[in-house]
């Protein structure tokens, strides 16, 4: 059985929805992660995990150092956020994040000493100080969802698969695929880290065909991979699950019931670092991208730095942006203004064009279907927002509004441009609610 499965792994499974989308990762796909220095300001976010907000133990005229704690993970959902620059606190603010919720934000002004202090020596690197390491690090998946990595590793059943998330199917985002070409003996370390912690032997990596590149470095370095179809969503949890494995996971269940968990590239890099290099997670890797920016760039950025000096490291923004984007263009969250702060999750900060980003006003839907055909969920995004205009969010939950991944295949080839995906996260609000 075992054997059988690991053919099919090797083979790969096709996956007959999605999408496929200009992928734009031409702009920056040569170009290698460059180190932006830490600016003067940081404002950092004490909720950039799903979950409770972490509690700042921190106060205004604090001296920290890099590395130092400044909030504490609240609750079995939460995570630990630490200071990536050295200086003094200015204060807690709330402000107002790309998801349109307040949150506190730790400032901290820059003093540009090089002090830096690191979590304590590791004494066992069985899966208990692995998974307790992981927790302390601060480290949530790194993919966009965020959700701490520690309570993923810590499944209510036994699991016999980690699959690597090495898809990276969103446009423009270079950031993983960048990773996997530059340190793939750290990733492959964070990997087997990971697998000891689930206390699991079958390891999948699953990465597009239009990266063998990284399908090359990862086979010769002994990792199982299988080679993706160039498809979006294929970074999607349940879809890569299906693909790499041949397991379905059930509407309504999660990856644990079918023994597998899924784990992102910088989620395994950032591990690494946390158990060998005793690093919490303070910086991270995003592509800034699109026709608007001077120079696209794949960039380590300081958690907590200004999209505007990250806009004025590359270039500076051209004339003619219409939007600006956290994230990818499918999943990522639309900016007002560049007034935001780089968080765990930001993989991406896009600078649209009017070419790249429609603006087209939506027209009435006109019963086309495609939004139906190219649901990965096989859902019908159509009748979902229907009955959520209508407030009708029970009639709408009855056709798995629920279960909707927001990934945007629906919206993206709508002629009537339809707000599908907004609809449907609107009303999966409404019914949080009423729980």
Same mark, same amino acid.
Do not use: W
């Given at each position: 059985?075992?054997?059988?499965?690991?053919?099919?792994?090797?083979?790969?499974?096709?996956?007959?929805?999605?999408?496929?989308?200009?992928?734009?990762?031409?702009?920056?796909?040569?170009?290698?992660?460059?180190?932006?220095?830490?600016?003067?300001?940081?404002?950092?976010?004490?909720?950039?995990?799903?979950?409770?907000?972490?509690?700042?133990?921190?106060?205004?005229?604090?001296?920290?150092?890099?590395?130092?704690?400044?909030?504490?993970?609240?609750?079995?959902?939460? %995570?630990?956020?630490?200071?990536?620059?050295?200086?003094? $606190?200015?204060?807690?603010?709330?402000?107002?994040?790309?998801?349109?919720?307040?949150?506190?934000?730790?400032?901290? +002004?820059?003093?540009?000493?090089?002090?830096?202090?690191?979590?304590?020596?590791?004494?066992?690197?069985?899966?208990?100080?692995?998974?307790?390491?992981?927790?302390?690090?601060?480290?949530?998946?790194?993919?966009?969802?965020?959700?701490?990595?520690?309570?993923?590793?810590?499944?209510?059943?036994?699991?016999?698969?980690? *699959?690597?998330?090495?898809?990276?199917?969103?446009? !423009?985002?270079?950031?993983? !695929?960048?990773?996997?070409?530059?340190?793939?003996?750290?990733? $492959?370390?964070?990997?087997?880290?990971?697998?000891?912690?689930?206390?699991?032997?079958?390891?999948?990596?699953?990465?597009?065909?239009?990266?063998?590149?990284?399908?090359? %470095?990862?086979?010769?370095?002994?990792?199982?991979?299988?080679?993706?179809?160039?498809?979006?969503?294929?970074?999607?949890?349940?879809?890569?699950? !299906?693909?790499?494995?041949?397991?379905?996971?059930?509407?309504?269940?999660?990856?644990?019931? *079918?023994?597998?968990? *899924?784990?992102?590239?910088?989620?395994?890099?950032?591990? !690494?670092?946390? *158990?060998?290099?005793? /690093?919490?997670?303070?910086?991270?890797?995003?592509?800034?991208?699109?026709?608007?920016?001077?120079?696209?760039?794949?960039?380590?950025?300081?958690?907590?730095?200004?999209?505007?000096?990250? %806009?004025?490291?590359?270039?500076?923004?051209?004339?003619?942006?219409?939007?600006?984007?956290?994230?990818?263009?499918?999943?990522?969250?639309?900016?007002?203004?560049?007034?935001?702060? =780089?968080? +765990?999750?930001?993989?991406?900060?896009?600078?649209?064009?009017?070419?790249?980003?429609?603006?087209?006003?939506?027209?009435?839907?006109?019963?086309?279907?495609?939004?139906?055909?190219?649901?990965?969920?096989?859902?019908?995004?159509?009748?979902?927002?229907?009955?959520?205009? %209508?407030?009708?969010?029970?009639? =709408?939950?009855?056709?798995?509004?629920?279960?909707?991944?927001?990934?945007?295949?629906?919206?993206?080839?709508?002629?009537?441009?339809?707000?599908? $995906?907004?609809?449907?996260?609107?009303?999966?609000? /409404?019914?949080?609610? +009423?729980?």
């Amino acid at each position: 059985m075992i054997q059988e499965e690991i053919l099919l792994i090797i083979k790969g499974k096709k996956y007959h929805y999605g999408i496929h989308v200009k992928d734009r990762k031409e702009l920056c796909r040569e170009k290698p992660i460059e180190t932006m220095p830490a600016p003067e300001i940081v404002k950092i976010s004490v909720s950039q995990h799903i979950g409770a907000p972490a509690i700042p133990v921190v106060n205004a005229g604090d001296t920290v150092v890099k590395g130092q704690l400044i909030a504490e993970a609240s609750g079995a959902v939460s %995570a630990n956020v630490y200071s990536g620059v050295c200086g003094t $606190v200015s204060g807690i603010e709330e402000i107002v994040n790309p998801m349109g919720l307040k949150q506190k934000y730790i400032v901290i +002004k820059n003093d540009f000493r090089t002090d830096e202090v690191f979590l304590p020596n590791m004494e066992s690197f069985d899966d208990k100080s692995i998974i307790e390491r992981v927790r302390q690090a601060g480290i949530v998946g790194l993919g966009g969802a965020g959700f701490p990595t520690a309570v993923k590793l810590t499944p209510k059943s036994p699991l016999d698969t980690l *699959v690597v998330n090495g898809a990276e199917c969103e446009p !423009y985002l270079n950031c993983d !695929y960048r990773l996997m070409l530059e340190h793939p003996d750290e990733i $492959v370390k964070g990997i087997n880290y990971l697998a000891a912690a689930l206390n699991v032997k079958n390891v999948v990596v699953g990465i597009e065909k239009n990266k063998p590149e990284a399908v090359q %470095a990862f086979s010769e370095r002994g990792m199982k991979v299988v080679e993706l179809q160039k498809q979006y969503p294929m970074g999607s949890e349940k879809q890569l699950i !299906y693909c790499c494995t041949g397991r379905k996971v059930p509407v309504g269940k999660m990856p644990f019931d *079918v023994g597998v968990c *899924v784990q992102n590239i910088k989620t395994l890099f950032a591990a !690494y670092e946390a *158990v060998e290099l005793n /690093k919490p997670l303070t910086e991270i890797v995003m592509t800034v991208s699109g026709d608007g920016i001077a120079e696209a760039k794949n960039l380590k950025v300081t958690i907590g730095t200004p999209f505007t000096d990250i %806009a004025a490291f590359c270039g500076g923004e051209k004339e003619g942006v219409v939007k600006y984007v956290a994230g990818g263009p499918m999943m990522g969250k639309n900016l007002t203004d560049l007034n935001q702060y =780089a968080r +765990k999750t930001d993989s991406g900060l896009l600078f649209l064009t009017a070419k790249e980003a429609s603006l087209d006003a939506p027209s009435n839907c006109i019963n086309c279907g495609r939004c139906a055909k190219n649901c990965p969920m096989r859902l019908m995004p159509m009748y979902i927002e229907m009955y959520t205009l %209508a407030g009708d969010y029970e009639k =709408a939950a009855k056709y798995g509004a629920m279960n909707c991944i927001e990934c945007g295949s629906c919206a993206y080839n709508c002629p009537a441009k339809r707000a599908l $995906v907004q609809s449907i996260a609107f009303c999966k609000a /409404k019914l949080r609610e +009423k729980k």
